[in-house]
């Protein structure tokens, strides 16, 4: 593994990727048209090609697919990265068929899509093979140089985990002692490295400088570490105002409008596929047996909290008796005010699916933290720290803590903190497959609860 093994093999990636995605789109062409050229002149697939390869470099440069944080090669982190490059590359190709409103074939874009995800999934582990064998013919395995405080190496030492054990890389350590600094060059000067991953947290100025200056007269590559609890768990990126780097602190990666986009599309799609086939028919069913159960309209419309605190109207199908508490009293088990088809539609979280409507009006999202009632929530604010995090994105028609079983009533702080914990890491972890495991995981969560 040599010095830039993790830009040569990006480099090597990304030219491979645009070679395949070129290759896949005339696999696509000759399955559907065979070997009929006339076709790709007079329907503007010339231009379309010169598109998709536009888009590949847009999406790329947004999702950040060729950097260097993205070179793990776990095989989940692989599928995701493949995954959401695909997705926001349809997005765009969809919204190009749009302007130029020209017809391509619906069968021909499957194939090229197939074509381009089976291909590139295998060329991310051909490609590492072909750097892998180069490096060790060549005997050169790459050293990094690890300082800093015991916990972060250790996180360095996982990140790196498969290239250890595949033996091309070789880890050293140089741990931070306080009192003790002015040995940490005399411990470089004395080992033989080709990176440095250093923690900037302990360290003077002065003692960075002294780093830095040694890696620019030996020609070594250095990463300053910023191994502050909290900035561990948040999304930054980083600006320059003049000459002044400044690193931005983002409250989930759904600040970034791409992934703003991409939810927002998967939440349409997502609800209209539920009221169209589902809600079609179960809704009139549903609000039969309402009626019949009690006085009152078929929905419960109420105030909650849902993005940046700002309250909006929640649809539900109603479960209780017409009551002056709904919007004070929280539902509790065996409450009286429940109805007998209530109990049912809140066991099996029917009463929920009206929510895909409010999905559709862009007030809530398919997945992320259940919206409260606007008394809760200022309660419950001053209860758990840090609660209003979970309003930093739109409300969700289920969410992590709901598929993890923190479901219904909130009866104790313990309960209430457990929510939190799970939103709050839904807030600052959202991706697309997370949002598509959740979905599968509050199904399973369902049928569970009533075997």
Same mark, same amino acid.
């Given at each position: 593994?040599?010095?830039?093994?993790?830009?040569?093999?990006?480099?090597?990636? &990304?030219?491979?990727?645009?070679?395949?995605?070129?290759?896949?789109?005339?696999?696509?062409?000759?399955?559907?048209?065979?070997?009929?050229?006339?076709?790709?002149? %007079?329907?503007?697939?010339?231009?379309?090609?010169?598109?998709?390869?536009?888009?590949?470099?847009?999406?790329?440069?947004?999702?950040?697919?060729?950097?260097? *944080?993205?070179?793990?090669?776990?095989?989940?982190?692989?599928?995701?990265?493949?995954?959401?490059?695909?997705?926001?590359?349809?997005?765009?190709?969809?919204?190009?068929?749009?302007?130029?409103?020209?017809?391509? *074939?619906?069968?021909?874009?499957?194939?090229?899509?197939? %074509?381009?995800?089976?291909?590139?999934?295998?060329?991310?582990?051909?490609?590492?093979?072909?750097?892998?064998?180069?490096?060790?013919?060549?005997?050169?395995?790459?050293?990094?140089?690890?300082?800093?405080? &015991?916990?972060?190496?250790?996180?360095?030492?996982?990140?790196?985990?498969?290239?250890?054990?595949?033996?091309?890389?070789?880890?050293? &350590?140089?741990?931070?002692?306080?009192?003790?600094?002015?040995?940490?060059?005399?411990?470089?000067?004395?080992?033989?490295?080709?990176?440095?991953?250093?923690?900037?947290? #302990?360290?003077?100025?002065?003692?960075?400088?002294?780093?830095?200056?040694?890696?620019?007269?030996?020609?070594?590559?250095?990463?300053?570490?910023?191994?502050?609890?909290?900035?561990?768990?948040?999304?930054?990126?980083?600006?320059?105002?003049?000459?002044?780097?400044?690193?931005?602190? $983002?409250? %989930?990666?759904?600040?970034?409008?791409? #992934?703003?986009?991409?939810?927002?599309?998967?939440?349409?799609?997502?609800?209209?596929?539920?009221?169209?086939?589902?809600?079609?028919?179960?809704?009139?069913?549903?609000?039969?047996?309402?009626?019949?159960?009690?006085?009152?309209?078929?929905?419960?419309?109420?105030?909650?909290?849902?993005?940046?605190?700002?309250?909006?109207?929640?649809?539900?199908?109603?479960?209780?008796?017409?009551?002056?508490?709904?919007?004070?009293?929280?539902?509790?088990?065996?409450?009286?005010?429940?109805?007998?088809?209530?109990?049912?539609?809140? $066991?099996?979280?029917?009463?929920?699916?009206?929510?895909?409507?409010?999905?559709?009006?862009?007030?809530?999202?398919?997945?992320?933290?259940?919206?409260?009632?606007?008394?809760?929530?200022?309660?419950?604010?001053?209860?758990?720290? &840090?609660?209003?995090?979970?309003?930093?994105?739109?409300?969700?028609?289920?969410?992590?803590?709901?598929?993890?079983?923190?479901?219904?009533?909130?009866?104790?702080?313990?309960?209430?903190?457990?929510?939190?914990?799970?939103?709050?890491?839904?807030?600052? #972890?959202?991706?697309? %497959?997370?949002?598509?495991?959740?979905?599968?995981?509050?199904?399973?969560?369902?049928?569970?609860?009533?075997?």
């Amino acid at each position: 593994m040599e010095k830039n093994f993790y830009t040569r093999l990006q480099l090597l990636r &990304k030219s491979g990727d645009y070679l395949l995605i070129n290759i896949s789109f005339f696999i696509a062409y000759f399955l559907k048209f065979g070997n009929d050229l006339s076709v790709f002149g %007079s329907n503007n697939y010339l231009s379309f090609l010169l598109f998709f390869n536009l888009a590949w470099a847009v999406a790329a440069s947004v999702l950040n697919t060729y950097s260097y *944080s993205q070179a793990n090669v776990s095989t989940l982190r692989t599928i995701n990265i493949l995954f959401r490059i695909l997705f926001l590359h349809l997005l765009l190709v969809v919204a190009f068929n749009g302007v130029i409103k020209t017809y391509f *074939s619906r069968l021909f874009i499957l194939y090229t899509y197939i %074509s381009i995800g089976i291909l590139i999934l295998v060329w991310r582990y051909i490609s590492l093979w072909i750097l892998v064998n180069r490096a060790k013919n060549k005997g050169k395995i790459n050293k990094v140089l690890l300082i800093g405080v &015991k916990v972060p190496l250790t996180e360095f030492e996982e990140y790196f985990s498969f290239f250890l054990d595949i033996g091309i890389i070789k880890i050293e &350590k140089i741990e931070i002692e306080e009192g003790k600094e002015e040995k940490i060059l005399q411990k470089i000067n004395k080992t033989e490295f080709s990176e440095i991953f250093l923690s900037v947290s #302990n360290l003077g100025e002065g003692y960075i400088n002294d780093i830095i200056d040694y890696t620019d007269e030996h020609l070594k590559n250095i990463h300053l570490v910023i191994d502050e609890p909290y900035l561990n768990s948040r999304h930054l990126s980083l600006a320059r105002f003049g000459q002044t780097p400044v690193i931005n602190l $983002k409250l %989930s990666p759904l600040d970034n409008i791409s #992934n703003q986009l991409i939810k927002r599309i998967f939440d349409i799609v997502f609800s209209f596929f539920v009221i169209v086939f589902i809600l079609s028919w179960l809704y009139p069913l549903i609000a039969l047996f309402i009626k019949l159960s009690s006085k009152g309209p078929v929905l419960f419309n109420q105030e909650r909290t849902g993005l940046n605190n700002q309250p909006f109207i929640c649809h539900k199908f109603r479960t209780m008796k017409l009551n002056e508490k709904s919007d004070e009293v929280q539902a509790i088990e065996g409450d009286s005010r429940i109805t007998r088809i209530g109990k049912f539609l809140r $066991k099996s979280s029917i009463d929920e699916l009206p929510q895909f409507f409010n999905v559709l009006k862009g007030e809530m999202s398919v997945v992320g933290p259940r919206p409260h009632m606007l008394k809760h929530t200022e309660e419950y604010r001053k209860a758990v720290g &840090k609660f209003m995090l979970r309003h930093a994105i739109k409300p969700g028609i289920t969410g992590l803590a709901q598929a993890k079983g923190y479901r219904g009533e909130i009866r104790n702080l313990q309960l209430l903190e457990g929510r939190v914990k799970y939103d709050r890491f839904y807030v600052e #972890n959202w991706s697309l %497959s997370l949002d598509v495991k959740i979905i599968f995981m509050t199904i399973f969560t369902v049928f569970k609860s009533h075997l």
